[in-house]
């Protein structure tokens, strides 16, 4: 069965540090990867998505993520955070015809102003 | 805003009752989805529909039934609630391709006493 794992559960940083925020997928075949957060109290909102093509795909707010085919991974990165970061991140795969993603178990983020 | 709305956003209930969740969408897509969300498990799928009279299950569908005989409608029950069932349950809809992602609604918690 399809599989995702976010390695990190819970991230503590402070303003302006980096992020990279760790996804690794079990499917061999042909998928589409998502990244959503969840602002606290709120619904999910997709942040980006990969299709095909470029693996370096770029969403709002600054984020971005790479997909790694040969390391079934999908890994989300930002330069600098804000205070306004704080919020669950949830990363995402969609890898057959019926729609349904399958979601990672979520990766808390605490950003320190 | 792909225009859903789940009811009721809250709800208390004692075990051994049946209750039902409503979603509801505005735009007539194909296919819906009921996801819950609980700490560590991110979100896993219970049901999902892909047109009016059909629905499929999920991976925790156990304990729950749906039904959708309007296209609009997409509504989830338990038909005699337990505590394991005390959760946030999220609506989703597609409203793109089989690649497009999904959109959640406003989410209901409901807690099983």
């Known amino acids: 069965a399809q599989s995702v794992s976010q390695h990190n559960h819970h991230v503590i940083l402070s303003e302006a540090a980096s992020l990279e925020l760790g996804c690794n997928y079990s499917y061999g075949g042909t998928v589409n990867l998502f990244w959503y957060v969840q602002y606290p109290g709120q619904h999910l909102q997709l942040l980006l998505k990969y299709f095909s093509g470029d693996p370096l795909v770029k969403g709002i707010k600054g984020f971005e993520a790479e997909f790694i085919k040969s390391k079934f991974s999908f890994n989300l990165r930002k330069p600098s955070v804000q205070w306004s970061d704080t919020a669950e991140y949830f990363c995402?795969?969609?890898?057959?015809?019926?729609?349904?993603?399958?979601f990672g178990q979520g990766t808390t983020l605490q950003v320190k102003p | 805003d792909a225009g859903i709305t789940q009811s009721p956003r809250h709800k208390v209930t004692e075990t051994g009752t049946p209750v039902t969740l409503r979603c509801h969408q505005t735009e007539n897509h194909r296919y819906m989805y009921w996801y819950r969300q609980d700490p560590g498990h991110g979100l896993r799928l219970i049901h999902y529909s892909y047109g009016v009279k059909d629905t499929d299950k999920g991976e925790v569908s156990d304990g729950y039934s749906v039904s959708r005989s309007k296209t609009e409608d997409f509504l989830l029950t338990l038909e005699s609630a337990t505590s394991s069932q005390t959760s946030v349950y999220f609506c989703a809809i597609r409203t793109g391709t089989v690649h497009s992602p999904l959109h959640f609604g406003n989410g209901t918690r409901l807690t099983v006493t």
């Open positions: 995402a795969v969609n890898a057959d015809n019926t729609g349904k993603l399958i």
